[in-house]
């Protein structure tokens, strides 16, 4: 029996969620998410957001979220900002380029954008020749397992502003950020720094779902148009609905991440006590130590994991994904192992 | 309280189907329709077509699963023919244009695309200043009730062989045509006669999920690169695997199908027997009968229904959906209203 | 020799434009539409339409033109309104539906859209499940030779006004239009009740080019971007200055046009007179007449034009079209031949 | 009066092409490329490339050409690798992006793809999540100057053939490549090598149009279709084919580039004498000579040029470009003038 850290969505949804929708089941709902309980899910999270303003949409997945807010908010010629790791220019099959768009990919070590990096952007993108920056994406906590201190999203807020650009958060993986040890970010935050930004269910105990919030009145206009027109539009929408409600009731959003985080805790305290190093320098659900290749073959008898990447010559990097599902069992199995 | 015959997605998913995706909740599943549930689902798909070598692929939406077989399907240059009335022309909001393509609307009175609508269609379309028709999309049962005949379907097949266009059936309705009591098609028929269809569960008992079978191996190579680049590719599909693993296990996709029929076979029936007409000659689970401007007003208070169109001064049609989960109740407190 | 009437770019350019670009030939320019001739012509377009504020953009082709101009107005989920026979529905191979957008075709028997056509298309489309109509098309003269009068453009005006609809008129063929014996329209009309325009170069006597006249100034902003990113950004722009500026520098533009009408009207009166009838009831230059089979046979071994359609068992309607080349010899040799 | 060494496109066409596009104003042809005159230049391409196969396409202008061609060879989600230099990632507004597809940009310091950075390219991409590389694209000579040699293609050619990806040249600046005195290439070696390349007038010699020559037969069917979709099929087609008939038929072609290379020499090696050094080592009509800031102000008094880029603190680049009308008056009081 193979325990996987391959990924946060290995599991089905937290047994509250489920009991939800089971609740609910036979009740008629109206269809295409203008039911009550989408309605109360976005009641919800204005008010965790503190924001009376923000539209809310629940939509099924990160890259339909991703690929439906960048082309709502760019004109035809206009391109997206992102780290060169940002899961838009690796990994979402040309998602956004499928929808015309250019994704201009600054080199980030750390996979997290600097007003500097926006700055070489700008500088280099001057005429008519050029694709015209006016987003800037960024992830949090990143796709290597780092995060955004408040700091950092204030300074890439105030360039945006300076310079016309919308800030959009791609969070997925917001809640291993929210709630990881070193954290200074609230939504309220978020809110207040971002133009429009996403609430990751999938990875954080839901079935599937994406809470997409917008923050800028310039990008809500006619969006369940974009929604759609791009087949995201789910028929039977209260089960997003359901599944938002029930995150942001009890404060099961905030328990779930900080479950994945404590053990991606107890396993990062582990291997630091072996002696082992990583590649980057996470603080949330995801982790990149470094293995002998000998090492890594032993362990992918027993777990299954991704690959990162070669470090040298007898060694490479692994992606350990912890989750809210993921057991006391399997972290200590692996310490064992290792 | 007002029971609503609205659309064939007003409630959750079939109790059996809910139980099965309760069981496999805390397993951990390969993500991206990778998992077992989903590769079984599939050999039952084919097993039911007779046909080894379709390849299956399983979708949150409808809208999606259209948009990404016709743009898999065409160059650049290319349009897909469809029924003026066709989901594809009218309810997408634009979803095939925006993916480049031009649907060639033929109007079709009663739903259906026949031979000399499609001749009329290439006829006109004669040089490399207009598009090239290279698609015939039909749905099954139609968007007004209506379904094809054997005969009807293998005309299309044959046309389309000739003139090298690909046949796509749109099932978002299949089980209701196929379980209808003037059907005589089967879906080894369809496999055999179209180049690629899908099997709706999203209005036949599942939370969501249609399943498209590709026949034709033009249309086969890469298509998961199609599914992810529309963001359709669902992290946890092994949800969609679980959901047609119990509609094809045990005959439960025209279980569901055939109770709709016959709750809309009720209602057809009162109402021909009290003297009501219809727009549309449907046979399926959508009826339209035609009632007075009082009588709708009077209707509207106890039960939920779309208005189809305006018939004359003082009366309209109304568009009646009844589903796998439609209640005797129901169906006898509208006749019992009329 | 066969003498052409197949269309009204079948020969160069006026003499007086060559010349002028024979003159210019060693010049050094600036490149990409930056130069002195263009920005002359510009304001030479900007005096006849009394409209100091228009923006004038000088594009190579009509499709181009069309396309660039349709995706600047319209947001992904927005559509064009145009006559089923309009040339952007018809004749530019799917150019707009590749740009994403879907044109919504109404029938206009006499090739013009009416307030009650632009109604019906809006009373259509209702919500987020269909396309949003934006903007309105229309072709004067129209691509079966009919024109708009001022009346019937101060209608569309004011409905496009009241309904937050672009209006926008592809002139290709203005010149014939403007210059025909019923016309009752000037540049100055079309400027204040259109949002957007373009003035055909290449059916009025020069190589090539269109010149874009931007009226709403929310079609402006960042225009050359888009011109650029669809490849219609001239290398050698001044081409187009030069020629413009000919055009519109001593009423050559309309002179043109006057002789291409006046051949047609010479070709119409004889027709007539002969008792010949006409498929449309066109006022420009171009003429639909109808000739039995035999007769067809007979002028095509002599002239060149295309077959507009079949009108019964034995006639059919052709297409004859002048241009300001077109010779008093090859007119008077047509009618001689019928 | 300043001198303007900008592009090489500053002045109109060569005498020889002007007078013949004078004589055959007046003469009727048939439109959209499809008369005489196109059919003999495009004879005398596929004569001078020996090839009877390839299919020759006159299209305006590069970047047209460019999205075309690749818009044409990919699916939905495959991508075309480029120099980072290259003209499509930089320099066309997005253009490839707004067809839909990803642009893959490796560093190359001199301009220059190679089979290992086309590898590096390859392994990267593995899977469904990211988009498929399918398409080479190479400059000849480079956006910096610089060119390939024989072998450096055939490599190229080898690796493209072994992995299934189409090799594509973009031959805007051909003719300076094919005259630079350190080329071995041909314009046969280039169609035995190639799957599509095109052979720039523009910046040769011509008002204007590139010759797209296709090799590949997977290119080639109803290329046409995608010729007038993006707008790019001149009514007056002849223009071109008169212009390319020039250009091939008395070797017009190698003439004006050979100018062009001899001008840029004269400039390179007063220069270097001087002792200049320059950004880049080109060998064709395009120099990178590096001044000091004084220098530059001062130059730019008499000669217009473009900034290439900052060096140090003192100096910067700048790019002189030469071409088939650049005069030795010009040269010289360059060389006087620094």
Same mark, same amino acid.
């Given at each position: 029996?193979?325990?996987?850290?391959?990924?946060?969505?290995?599991?089905?949804?937290?047994?509250?969620?489920?009991?939800?929708?089971?609740?609910?089941?036979?009740?008629?709902?109206?269809?295409?998410?203008?039911?009550?309980?989408?309605?109360?899910?976005?009641?919800?999270?204005?008010?965790?957001?503190?924001?009376?303003?923000?539209?809310?949409?629940?939509?099924?997945?990160?890259?339909?979220?991703?690929?439906?807010?960048?082309?709502?908010?760019?004109? %035809?010629?206009?391109?997206? &900002? *992102?780290? !060169? $790791?940002?899961?838009?220019?690796?990994?979402?099959?040309?998602?956004? @380029? +499928?929808?015309?768009?250019?994704?201009?990919?600054?080199?980030?070590?750390?996979?997290?954008?600097?007003?500097?990096?926006?700055?070489?952007?700008?500088?280099?993108?001057?005429?008519?020749?050029?694709?015209? %920056?006016?987003?800037?994406? &960024? *992830?949090? !906590? $990143?796709?290597?397992?780092?995060?955004?201190?408040?700091?950092?999203? @204030? +300074?890439?807020?105030?360039?945006?502003?300076?310079?016309?650009?919308?800030?959009?958060?791609?969070?997925?993986?917001?809640?291993?950020?929210?709630?990881?040890?070193?954290?200074?970010?609230?939504?309220?935050?978020?809110?207040?720094?971002?133009?429009?930004?996403?609430?990751?269910?999938?990875?954080?105990?839901?079935?599937?779902?994406?809470?997409?919030?917008?923050?800028?009145?310039?990008?809500?206009?006619?969006?369940?148009?974009?929604?759609?027109?791009?087949?995201?539009?789910?028929?039977?929408?209260?089960?997003?609905?359901?599944?938002?409600?029930?995150?942001?009731?009890?404060?099961?959003?905030?328990?779930?991440?900080?479950?994945?985080?404590?053990?991606?805790?107890?396993?990062?305290?582990?291997?630091?006590?072996?002696?082992?190093?990583?590649?980057?320098?996470?603080?949330?659900?995801?982790?990149?130590?470094?293995?002998?290749?000998?090492?890594?073959?032993?362990?992918?008898?027993?777990?299954?994991?991704?690959?990162?990447?070669?470090?040298?010559?007898?060694?490479?990097?692994?992606?350990?994904?912890?989750?809210?599902?993921?057991?006391?069992?399997?972290?200590?199995?692996?310490?064992?192992?290792?």
């Amino acid at each position: 029996m193979v325990y996987s850290f391959t990924n946060d969505y290995s599991e089905g949804a937290h047994p509250r969620i489920l009991e939800s929708l089971m609740k609910s089941n036979l009740i008629q709902h109206t269809g295409y998410s203008l039911d009550c309980h989408t309605e109360h899910a976005a009641r919800l999270i204005r008010k965790e957001i503190q924001c009376e303003n923000a539209e809310v949409h629940l939509i099924v997945g990160g890259t339909q979220t991703n690929l439906i807010t960048i082309c709502t908010a760019l004109r %035809p010629f206009q391109a997206v &900002i *992102s780290a !060169s $790791t940002g899961h838009i220019n690796v990994h979402e099959t040309g998602a956004i @380029e +499928a929808t015309g768009h250019k994704v201009l990919a600054m080199p980030a070590a750390d996979g997290k954008l600097t007003p500097a990096l926006i700055q070489e952007a700008l500088d280099f993108h001057t005429d008519e020749h050029m694709v015209q %920056p006016k987003m800037v994406y &960024i *992830s949090n !906590s $990143t796709e290597i397992g780092t995060q955004y201190k408040k700091a950092e999203v @204030e +300074a890439l807020h105030h360039i945006c502003r300076q310079k016309g650009l919308y800030l959009f958060m791609d969070g997925a993986r917001l809640g291993s950020a929210l709630t990881s040890s070193v954290n200074d970010l609230t939504l309220e935050d978020i809110a207040r720094l971002t133009d429009v930004f996403y609430i990751g269910g999938t990875k954080n105990g839901a079935l599937f779902g994406e809470a997409l919030v917008i923050i800028n009145d310039a990008l809500k206009p006619d969006f369940r148009f974009m929604i759609k027109q791009r087949g995201a539009m789910l028929a039977k929408g209260w089960l997003l609905g359901i599944q938002f409600e029930e995150l942001f009731q009890n404060h099961l959003f905030y328990e779930l991440a900080t479950h994945a985080n404590e053990m991606a805790d107890q396993l990062k305290k582990a291997l630091i006590a072996k002696g082992y190093s990583f590649a980057y320098d996470s603080t949330t659900n995801q982790l990149f130590p470094i293995f002998s290749d000998e090492k890594i073959a032993c362990l992918e008898k027993e777990f299954s994991f991704n690959i990162d990447k070669r470090v040298d010559e007898a060694h490479r990097s692994i992606r350990l994904v912890t989750s809210w599902a993921t057991t006391q069992e399997g972290v200590q199995a692996f310490i064992g192992a290792v």
